[in-house]
DNA sequence: AGTTGCCCCTGCGCGC
DNA sequence: TGCGCGCAGGGGCAAC
């Protein structure tokens, strides 16, 4: 569910509620969202115990928590992960899978998680940048990002030029719903090829994905439903600025041609079949 | 080596 | 009312 916007709104949340703090203790409820911590779950809350959250950090989807001493907790959201700052009296959400106390006795730490496809590890000495993510790409808000030679390496892609963007090897951060703005935005299909892509239109749709993704943190980022909330329970308002994304059949916002819906590798695509006409069959 | 597909999970809404 | 199916903001890894 979350990408860029959504986890920036949660990383931040985080560096206003938990950075400063020191753990007291950690129950992990289910065992899976820790399944990385090859030591196991005992083994995780026992060397979490007792480190100060020293900084709240992102790159691309991933977010980590550096730690007095050097290592830092990595978390992943996956598609339905919530960091949530609650009350130890408030009734604790269904899908809680870890907390954490403080020895401030303040808020807790909740990490919640329907399904279970994000997680939770340490990594040793990660405070700067965990070694478990260094094959991710910077995202494009971050400015160790090289224009230059993302479009470069998108140009050399051989595939559609949607899959290169969900490509977090080549650019981070970008997931469904951004991925399908930013081509709408760039008056692009999907399946046009990375390859075939001129090197100012490539140029133009990196400028799409940071104008849709930094316009989307200025709203709170999208929630479609209860799954994607900031760390205080609260949603983003993104959803109203969608354009293609979920909008099958409504007036495309620039020639009122109804939005089409594809499918695309187990989800869908959404798309204007007049600002997005889909590419010819390649000829070798 | 680069690209594609399958699988990991839970829950919700829809049609029959 | 009940059940089965399709679908959901992601990513790792095996197989071509």
Same mark, same amino acid.
């Given at each position: 569910m979350p990408e860029l916007p959504e986890v920036e709104t949660v990383r931040s949340g985080l560096a206003k509620w938990v950075v400063g703090r020191r753990i007291a203790a950690v129950q992990v409820l289910h065992p899976r969202p820790v $399944? *990385?911590? +090859? !030591? @196991?779950p005992d083994d995780f809350a026992a060397a979490l115990k @007792? $480190? +100060? +959250?020293?900084a709240a950090r992102r790159r691309g989807k991933f977010l980590w928590l550096p730690l007095d001493g050097g290592d830092a907790l990595l978390g992943h959201l996956g598609m339905s992960g919530q960091m949530l700052v609650s009350p130890a009296e408030h009734e604790p959400h269904?899908? =809680?899978r870890v907390r954490f106390d403080f020895d401030d006795g303040g808020p807790q730490l909740h990490f919640v998680d329907q399904r279970m496809f994000g997680g939770l590890s340490i990594s040793p000495g990660g405070a700067a940048l965990p070694a478990e993510i260094a094959h991710i790409a910077p995202d494009p =808000?971050?400015?160790?990002?090289d224009d230059e030679a993302f479009v470069a390496a998108l140009r050399r892609k051989r595939t559609g030029v949607k899959r290169a963007l969900l490509d977090q090897t080549l650019i981070s951060g970008v997931g469904n719903i951004y991925a399908d703005e930013a081509l709408w935005r760039a008056g692009l299909h999907g399946e046009r090829p990375a390859d075939r892509l001129t090197r100012p239109a490539a140029r133009r749709l990196l400028g799409h994905v940071r104008d849709v993704l930094t316009a989307a943190i200025v709203d709170g980022g999208t929630s479609f439903d209860a799954l994607y909330v900031n760390v205080n329970g609260e949603s983003g308002y993104f959803d109203v600025s969608l354009a293609a994304y979920g909008r099958e059949g409504r007036p495309c916002? *620039?020639? !009122?041609t109804p939005i089409r819906r594809e499918s695309f590798a187990n989800r869908s695509s959404f798309s204007c079949p007049k600002c997005q006409p889909k590419p010819r069959a390649r000829i070798v």
């Open positions: $399944r *990385r911590h +090859v !030591a @196991g @007792g $480190r +100060v +959250v020293e269904r899908h =809680l =808000l971050e400015p160790a990002f916002r *620039r020639c !009122a």
